[in-house]
């Protein structure tokens, strides 16, 4: 293997939790370590001005959320890692999903105060479609919340995981006193802090000494001494295969705001994540070691910087070494290109890179040549598979306000679909367009960037679909006389696949049922 070395140092992985269970502030606590920035920023405060690095839209500094997923490379003791913070908010899961495919292990943010949640469970799914790696970190356990053994019971209840607590809480709420290191018998004491060299850490290598009642008080000694004796009969030491083959989960308490805990988290991260691993491809198995390059286009974003009208493809590296201005092939437009800029990022600010190898993430700046699943090789035709489009949940017409701006409009929903925030149908026989989103936020994002970035006014008028089918079949004959037959249902997707829209779960199971030879299908492979 020519480029074992830069593999094995790399390692990339995304934060997924519900919102606010603290997630993009682990990640500015995960920066600080890495020295990428000094001081972390708030992500909601009136009179901080300094704003979450991760969160660089306009409109995520407006409301103190997360919109888009950002992509940030730092270096810690000799690991490079690339970290992918993902919004929280169920109505970008979309986002968040395919993010997921680009990325080779989990950390999954659960809030101690309100235990696991919706967003978690459907998240949680999607890792278990591809068997990801998890690393559970339950956050703020410095307010008072659930019972820890409690929350590990629901835990391993709702989301099907078997967990393994690598650092065990000593109280919690206003009483919280620290972590006890399980893996490394140490104790770290809890001071609020944001400092990330502030080290507080004490060996206590038996339990049963003097010291532990000293600083913890006897109670919380005693309570510790019960809890760590139980804990290690039943887990025992952390089997590193079980983690990686997805059959375990690491768990870590702490408080991210507080910067507490968080250091330990990583030390184990760095010492167990796996490495960039081969992947399947419609043709054969691509291994993580071949000399050539390939990857693959996740995400799309338009307008990273709004002076300068850019829209940025990130892609993630496969296999191989990526060269700057060398070219590569372009899979689905059979064309060769070269990148003279390629970035790496530090959320919105990014430095162009030389090289990168398989693992990273890499910007590459896009003229409106990329959608959302290409493949880029040293000459080879195949594409990644198992990057899904999911069926969304919410149809409105798109109108346009403004008959002078229809081209801006055109261009501007084109972009914006492409970025995979929404899906994009035209009804059959007609040019009514209709857009398709997880939640109701995106439609505010999609009005709202259309005139701000593209200057097209718009509005939306709902429409009584609840759910949008690929259809498949074997007699073209059948489909395109049950597309004519439905044709007020009827529509095409971006890519002119034909799309049943069902107006409620009756109608869809009616239609399923009255037509066997055609396949109803929920999601979508990108390239099919």
């Not at 992918?84 to 292990?105: C, I, N």
């Not at 696991?116 to 307010?143: H, S």
Request: proline residues 3%.
């Amino acid at each position: 293997m020519k480029y074992e070395k830069e593999i094995n140092r790399r390692k990339t992985f995304a934060i997924i939790s519900h919102p606010d269970a603290g997630k993009t502030t682990l990640t500015e606590k995960l920066l600080l370590f890495g020295g990428a920035i000094q001081t972390a920023g708030a992500v909601k405060s009136n009179k901080i001005k300094k704003h979450a690095t991760s969160d660089f839209m306009e409109i995520e500094r407006q409301r103190g959320i997360s919109v888009a997923t950002s992509v940030m490379s730092f270096e810690y003791s000799n690991t490079l890692i690339n970290l992918l913070d993902t919004p929280g908010h169920k109505d970008f899961a979309e986002d968040t999903y395919r993010t997921l495919t680009a990325v080779d292990s989990v950390i999954l943010v659960v809030d101690s105060v309100n235990g696991v949640e919706d967003q978690t469970r459907r998240l949680m799914e999607v890792c278990r479609m591809r068997d990801t790696p998890v690393i559970v970190f339950i956050n703020k356990m410095d307010r008072d919340g659930k019972n820890r053994f409690d929350l590990l019971e629901e835990i391993e209840k709702e989301l099907h995981i078997s967990l393994h607590p690598m650092t065990w809480p000593i109280n919690s709420g206003k009483e919280f006193k620290g972590v006890y290191n399980l893996h490394d018998k140490s104790l770290r004491l809890f001071t609020a802090s944001t400092k990330a060299d502030d080290d507080d850490t004490i060996a206590i290598d038996d339990l049963s000494s003097a010291l532990l009642d000293e600083k913890v008080g006897e109670k919380d000694a005693a309570q510790l001494r019960e809890d760590v004796e139980l804990i290690d009969g039943v887990y025992g030491e952390l089997k590193v295969d079980d983690y990686l083959t997805a059959k375990i989960a690491p768990v870590f308490f702490g408080s991210a705001v507080n910067n507490f805990g968080v250091k330990e988290m990583l030390d184990a991260f760095i010492r167990i994540a796996p490495v960039p691993r081969s992947r399947n491809t419609s043709a054969r198995t691509v291994e993580v070691g071949e000399e050539k390059f390939s990857g693959f286009i996740f995400k799309i974003h338009a307008n990273l910087d709004p002076k300068h009208r850019d829209r940025i493809a990130f892609m993630r590296v496969c296999s191989g070494r990526f060269e700057r201005n060398k070219y590569y092939h372009h899979v689905r437009l059979d064309k060769d290109m070269r990148f003279s800029n390629p970035y790496s990022f530090m959320a919105r600010s990014k430095d162009v890179i030389e090289d990168a190898y398989a693992g990273d993430v890499v910007g590459l700046f896009d003229t409106g040549n990329f959608k959302i699943g290409d493949t880029l090789t040293e000459g080879e035709d195949f594409y990644f598979t198992g990057i899904p489009t999911f069926s969304p949940e919410i149809f409105k017409e798109l109108v346009n306000k403004d008959p002078m701006k229809t081209k801006q409009l055109e261009k501007g929903i084109s972009q914006l679909t492409d970025e995979g925030v929404a899906q994009l149908f035209t009804q059959f026989g007609g040019n009514k367009k209709i857009i398709g989103c997880v939640g109701e936020l995106q439609f505010e994002v999609i009005q709202y960037r259309l005139l701000q970035e593209y200057g097209a006014a718009c509005e939306f008028r709902t429409l009584p679909f609840y759910k949008a089918c690929w259809l498949t079949s074997t007699d073209q004959k059948k489909l395109d006389d049950f597309l004519r037959f439905k044709q007020q249902n009827s529509a095409e997707d971006k890519d002119g696949h034909p799309v049943y829209l069902a107006q409620s779960e009756w109608f869809l199971n009616t239609e399923i049922t009255n037509n066997p030879d055609i396949k109803f299908h929920f999601s979508s492979e990108i390239h099919k």
